[in-house]
């Protein structure tokens, strides 16, 4: 699988949660949605770094590791949409920053 098709795999999986994510804030609290998604996540990342660990002392071990590389790349993700949003924000929300 080429870089081309793994990104394009990549934008559709996220693409496949955010819709989710939009049929659910349609019927409830998008606040509540949020929190549910950055929950899941969590808990499947977590998932994987236990199901990658050899023993429980293992898994310890990478905690700090671990807590660094997600808090830092959630916050270059979130860095990301920020400015895309500042950038884009009358053409995404359909009125204008004040």
Known sequence: MSNTEKDKQFYEMADAYINLANQQSKDGEPGKVSAT???????????????????AQDFESKKEKVFDYFMDEYKKMLEEHFADYKENFEKYLGRKMQ
Not at 37 to 55: D, H, Q
């Open 37 to 55: 998604f950055l929950y899941a996540a969590a808990r499947f990342n977590i998932f994987l770094v236990a199901s990658g660990s050899e023993s």
